[in-house]
Protein backbone atom coordinates (compact mmCIF):
# COMPACT_ATOMS: atom_id res chain seq x y z
CA UNK A 1 0.00 0.00 0.00
CA UNK A 2 2.61 2.56 0.94
CA UNK A 3 5.03 1.54 -2.25
CA UNK A 4 1.62 2.32 -4.13
CA UNK A 5 1.05 5.63 -2.94
CA UNK A 6 4.51 6.59 -2.88
CA UNK A 7 4.92 6.09 -6.78
CA UNK A 8 1.67 7.87 -6.74
CA UNK A 9 2.94 10.94 -5.24
CA UNK A 10 6.01 10.68 -7.84
CA UNK A 11 3.72 10.33 -11.02
CA UNK A 12 1.48 13.53 -9.53
CA UNK A 13 5.19 15.23 -9.85
CA UNK A 14 7.37 14.09 -12.30
CA UNK A 15 5.04 11.72 -14.50
CA UNK A 16 4.05 8.09 -15.06
CA UNK A 17 7.50 7.43 -16.84
CA UNK A 18 9.54 8.10 -13.36
CA UNK A 19 7.25 5.87 -10.45
CA UNK A 20 10.15 2.91 -10.98
CA UNK A 21 12.54 5.13 -8.94
CA UNK A 22 10.47 4.39 -6.08
CA UNK A 23 11.51 0.72 -5.92
CA UNK A 24 15.33 2.13 -5.45
CA UNK A 25 14.50 5.61 -3.42
CA UNK A 26 12.01 3.88 -0.64
CA UNK A 27 15.41 3.16 1.37
CA UNK A 28 16.56 2.83 4.61
CA UNK A 29 20.16 3.61 3.27
CA UNK A 30 20.51 6.83 0.70
CA UNK A 31 21.26 5.58 -2.70
CA UNK A 32 23.94 6.08 -5.62
CA UNK A 33 22.65 7.85 -7.83
CA UNK A 34 24.87 6.49 -10.58
CA UNK A 35 23.06 3.15 -9.31
CA UNK A 36 19.65 4.91 -9.91
CA UNK A 37 20.58 5.68 -13.22
CA UNK A 38 22.37 2.38 -14.12
CA UNK A 39 18.84 0.17 -12.67
CA UNK A 40 16.46 2.34 -14.39
CA UNK A 41 18.39 2.27 -17.64
CA UNK A 42 18.43 6.07 -18.19
CA UNK A 43 21.31 8.57 -18.00
CA UNK A 44 22.38 10.42 -14.92
CA UNK A 45 21.69 13.56 -16.56
CA UNK A 46 17.88 12.19 -16.77
CA UNK A 47 18.08 10.96 -13.16
CA UNK A 48 19.25 13.88 -11.67
CA UNK A 49 16.47 15.68 -13.76
CA UNK A 50 14.10 13.15 -11.96
CA UNK A 51 15.71 13.84 -8.69
CA UNK A 52 15.78 17.60 -8.71
CA UNK A 53 12.07 17.78 -9.87
CA UNK A 54 11.32 15.67 -6.38
CA UNK A 55 13.38 17.72 -4.39
CA UNK A 56 11.71 20.46 -5.44
CA UNK A 57 8.73 19.46 -3.17
CA UNK A 58 10.86 18.39 -0.54
CA UNK A 59 10.28 14.48 -1.06
CA UNK A 60 13.79 13.25 -1.20
CA UNK A 61 16.73 14.03 1.09
CA UNK A 62 20.18 13.19 0.18
CA UNK A 63 23.64 13.55 0.77
CA UNK A 64 26.95 14.12 -0.49
CA UNK A 65 30.37 12.48 -0.70
CA UNK A 66 33.36 13.45 -2.65
CA UNK A 67 34.90 11.07 -5.48
CA UNK A 68 38.98 11.17 -3.81
CA UNK A 69 40.58 10.12 -7.09
CA UNK A 70 38.10 12.10 -9.60
CA UNK A 71 37.25 15.18 -6.67
CA UNK A 72 33.87 15.48 -7.98
CA UNK A 73 30.91 15.19 -5.09
CA UNK A 74 28.31 11.69 -5.93
CA UNK A 75 25.38 12.10 -4.78
CA UNK A 76 23.01 9.91 -2.61
CA UNK A 77 19.26 9.65 -2.06
CA UNK A 78 16.19 8.38 -0.12
CA UNK A 79 12.77 9.42 -0.51
CA UNK A 80 11.07 10.73 2.71
CA UNK A 81 7.63 8.87 2.76
CA UNK A 82 6.35 10.99 5.63
CA UNK A 83 6.38 13.97 3.60
CA UNK A 84 5.48 12.38 0.33
CA UNK A 85 2.18 10.67 2.43
CA UNK A 86 1.00 14.36 3.54
CA UNK A 87 2.18 15.63 0.18
CA UNK A 88 -0.55 13.16 -0.88
CA UNK A 89 -2.97 13.48 1.51
CA UNK A 90 -2.72 17.46 0.37
CA UNK A 91 -3.44 16.50 -2.77
CA UNK A 92 -6.54 14.31 -1.86
CA UNK A 93 -7.98 16.77 0.01
CA UNK A 94 -8.36 19.00 -2.53
CA UNK A 95 -9.41 16.10 -5.22
CA UNK A 96 -12.27 15.19 -3.16
CA UNK A 97 -13.13 19.04 -2.28
CA UNK A 98 -13.64 19.68 -6.00
CA UNK A 99 -15.65 16.43 -6.69
CA UNK A 100 -18.13 17.38 -3.55
CA UNK A 101 -18.72 20.91 -4.79
CA UNK A 102 -19.10 19.16 -8.59
CA UNK A 103 -21.98 17.22 -7.30
CA UNK A 104 -23.40 19.91 -5.14
CA UNK A 105 -23.76 21.88 -8.36
CA UNK A 106 -25.18 18.62 -10.13
CA UNK A 107 -27.37 18.06 -7.21
CA UNK A 108 -28.52 21.75 -7.19
CA UNK A 109 -28.21 23.40 -10.14
CA UNK A 110 -29.73 22.48 -14.02
CA UNK A 111 -27.54 21.84 -16.91
CA UNK A 112 -28.59 22.23 -20.26
CA UNK A 113 -26.69 21.03 -23.53
CA UNK A 114 -27.10 21.07 -27.04
CA UNK A 115 -27.46 17.33 -28.10
CA UNK A 116 -26.10 18.03 -31.76
CA UNK A 117 -23.18 20.48 -30.64
CA UNK A 118 -22.51 18.43 -27.54
CA UNK A 119 -22.01 21.42 -25.77
CA UNK A 120 -23.01 22.11 -21.73
CA UNK A 121 -24.13 25.54 -20.54
CA UNK A 122 -25.44 25.91 -16.79
CA UNK A 123 -28.51 27.58 -16.28
CA UNK A 124 -27.06 31.58 -16.26
CA UNK A 125 -25.36 30.98 -19.80
CA UNK A 126 -28.31 28.38 -21.11
CA UNK A 127 -30.43 32.23 -19.90
CA UNK A 128 -27.97 34.07 -21.70
CA UNK A 129 -28.34 32.39 -25.21
CA UNK A 130 -32.10 32.25 -24.81
CA UNK A 131 -31.60 28.69 -24.50
CA UNK A 132 -30.62 28.20 -28.54
CA UNK A 133 -27.78 27.31 -29.41
CA UNK A 134 -25.38 29.78 -31.49
CA UNK A 135 -23.47 27.27 -33.59
CA UNK A 136 -26.29 25.47 -34.96
CA UNK A 137 -29.45 27.30 -33.45
CA UNK A 138 -30.81 24.03 -31.81
CA UNK A 139 -33.29 24.42 -28.42
CA UNK A 140 -31.36 23.38 -25.57
CA UNK A 141 -32.10 20.21 -23.48
CA UNK A 142 -32.16 19.87 -19.94
CA UNK A 143 -29.15 17.53 -19.25
CA UNK A 144 -30.06 14.80 -16.80
CA UNK A 145 -26.98 14.33 -14.19
CA UNK A 146 -27.92 11.07 -12.87
CA UNK A 147 -25.06 9.30 -14.38
CA UNK A 148 -22.86 12.31 -13.89
CA UNK A 149 -23.76 11.98 -10.72
CA UNK A 150 -23.32 8.80 -10.20
CA UNK A 151 -19.78 9.15 -11.64
CA UNK A 152 -18.68 11.96 -9.68
CA UNK A 153 -19.95 10.20 -6.11
CA UNK A 154 -17.80 7.02 -6.71
CA UNK A 155 -14.86 8.62 -7.29
CA UNK A 156 -15.53 10.98 -4.36
CA UNK A 157 -15.72 7.75 -2.09
CA UNK A 158 -12.35 6.20 -3.73
CA UNK A 159 -10.90 8.97 -2.51
CA UNK A 160 -12.38 9.04 0.70
CA UNK A 161 -11.19 5.30 1.58
CA UNK A 162 -7.49 6.00 -0.32
CA UNK A 163 -7.77 9.18 2.09
CA UNK A 164 -8.20 6.71 5.15
CA UNK A 165 -5.52 4.43 3.99
CA UNK A 166 -2.97 7.37 3.36
CA UNK A 167 -3.74 8.69 6.95
CA UNK A 168 -3.23 5.26 8.32
CA UNK A 169 0.37 4.84 6.66
CA UNK A 170 1.12 8.48 7.95
CA UNK A 171 0.31 7.41 11.32
CA UNK A 172 2.58 4.04 10.76
CA UNK A 173 5.46 6.19 9.58
CA UNK A 174 5.22 8.87 12.51
CA UNK A 175 5.03 5.93 14.81
CA UNK A 176 7.98 4.44 12.77
CA UNK A 177 10.00 7.60 13.57
CA UNK A 178 8.99 8.12 16.86
CA UNK A 179 10.84 4.67 17.91
CA UNK A 180 14.16 5.83 15.99
CA UNK A 181 13.93 9.27 17.63
CA UNK A 182 13.61 7.23 21.13
CA UNK A 183 16.67 4.72 20.14
CA UNK A 184 18.61 7.52 19.34
CA UNK A 185 17.61 9.40 22.47
CA UNK A 186 18.62 6.30 24.55
CA UNK A 187 21.12 5.74 22.80
CA UNK A 188 22.85 9.57 23.37
CA UNK A 189 21.59 8.85 27.12
CA UNK A 190 23.91 6.24 27.19
CA UNK A 191 26.71 7.78 25.57
CA UNK A 192 26.62 10.99 28.20
CA UNK A 193 26.16 8.62 31.41
CA UNK A 194 29.48 6.88 30.10
CA UNK A 195 31.42 9.88 29.81
CA UNK A 196 30.47 10.62 33.03
CA UNK A 197 31.73 7.82 34.93
CA UNK A 198 35.06 8.23 33.20
CA UNK A 199 34.84 11.53 34.38
CA UNK A 200 34.13 10.55 37.86
CA UNK A 201 36.53 8.07 37.96
CA UNK A 202 39.16 10.35 36.49
CA UNK A 203 37.80 13.53 39.04
CA UNK A 204 38.24 10.71 41.68
CA UNK A 205 41.94 9.80 40.94
CA UNK A 206 43.11 13.33 40.71
CA UNK A 207 41.25 14.00 44.55
CA UNK A 208 43.21 10.77 45.53
CA UNK A 209 46.39 12.08 44.26
CA UNK A 210 45.99 15.60 45.79
CA UNK A 211 45.31 13.72 49.25
CA UNK A 212 48.78 11.68 48.69
CA UNK A 213 50.43 15.16 48.04
CA UNK A 214 49.24 16.37 51.14
CA UNK A 215 50.11 13.80 52.89
CA UNK A 216 53.41 14.17 51.70
CA UNK A 217 53.28 17.66 52.75
CA UNK A 218 51.77 17.49 55.65
CA UNK A 219 52.41 14.11 57.01
CA UNK A 220 51.44 14.86 60.44
CA UNK A 221 47.57 14.75 59.36
CA UNK A 222 47.91 11.45 57.65
CA UNK A 223 45.89 9.15 60.23
CA UNK A 224 45.29 5.57 59.82
CA UNK A 225 42.12 5.49 58.56
CA UNK A 226 42.97 8.03 55.63
CA UNK A 227 45.39 5.08 54.11
CA UNK A 228 42.73 2.25 54.70
CA UNK A 229 40.27 4.69 52.57
CA UNK A 230 43.17 5.13 50.00
CA UNK A 231 43.74 1.15 49.43
CA UNK A 232 40.27 0.77 48.85
CA UNK A 233 40.65 3.85 46.12
CA UNK A 234 43.39 2.41 44.68
CA UNK A 235 41.46 -0.86 43.96
CA UNK A 236 38.80 1.07 42.09
CA UNK A 237 41.24 3.24 40.18
CA UNK A 238 43.10 0.16 39.03
CA UNK A 239 40.17 -1.41 37.72
CA UNK A 240 39.31 1.23 35.29
CA UNK A 241 42.93 2.58 34.16
CA UNK A 242 44.85 -0.03 32.22
CA UNK A 243 48.00 2.30 31.84
CA UNK A 244 49.92 2.82 34.44
CA UNK A 245 52.48 5.60 34.70
CA UNK A 246 55.48 5.47 36.09
CA UNK A 247 55.91 7.66 39.58
CA UNK A 248 58.44 10.89 39.78
CA UNK A 249 59.07 11.73 42.92
CA UNK A 250 59.71 15.69 42.62
CA UNK A 251 62.13 16.98 44.98
CA UNK A 252 60.14 19.92 46.17
CA UNK A 253 57.01 20.01 47.60
CA UNK A 254 55.60 21.97 44.87
CA UNK A 255 57.34 19.71 42.30
CA UNK A 256 55.85 16.60 43.93
CA UNK A 257 52.08 17.92 44.00
CA UNK A 258 52.59 18.94 39.86
CA UNK A 259 53.67 15.86 39.39
CA UNK A 260 51.21 13.75 41.68
CA UNK A 261 48.49 15.62 39.67
CA UNK A 262 49.60 15.17 36.00
CA UNK A 263 48.67 11.21 36.21
CA UNK A 264 50.80 9.42 39.89
CA UNK A 265 47.52 7.56 41.04
CA UNK A 266 49.68 4.64 41.93
CA UNK A 267 51.99 6.68 45.03
CA UNK A 268 52.99 3.09 46.77
CA UNK A 269 51.92 1.82 50.24
CA UNK A 270 55.75 1.92 50.92
CA UNK A 271 55.72 5.86 50.28
CA UNK A 272 53.41 5.83 52.95
CA UNK A 273 54.68 3.76 55.04
CA UNK A 274 57.85 5.28 55.16
CA UNK A 275 55.83 8.41 56.01
CA UNK A 276 54.67 6.78 58.97
CA UNK A 277 58.44 6.07 59.77
CA UNK A 278 59.42 9.38 59.39
CA UNK A 279 56.52 10.29 61.60
CA UNK A 280 57.55 8.11 64.08
CA UNK A 281 60.93 9.46 64.48
ZN1 LIG B 1 -25.69 23.23 -31.34
Redesign the pocket.
Known sequence: MLQKFLKEVIVIVVGKQAEDIVDLLYSKKYVNEFLIAKKLDITINQTRNVLYKISDQGLVSSIRKKDKKKGWYTYFWKIEVLKSLEFLKNILIKRKDQIDKQINSRETKEFYF??????EFNQENALLNDFT??????IFSLKDNTKVLKDFRRSSTRIENDLKSVEEEIEKERIKLEKEKQKEISKVKKEVAEARKIRAIASKKLRDAKKVAEEKLNPKKATKKKVVEKKTNKKIAKKKVSKKKPVHHGRTPKDFLKKSLQGAKKVTKKKLVKNKVVKKK
Do not use: A, L, P
Open positions: CKRCNICNECGD
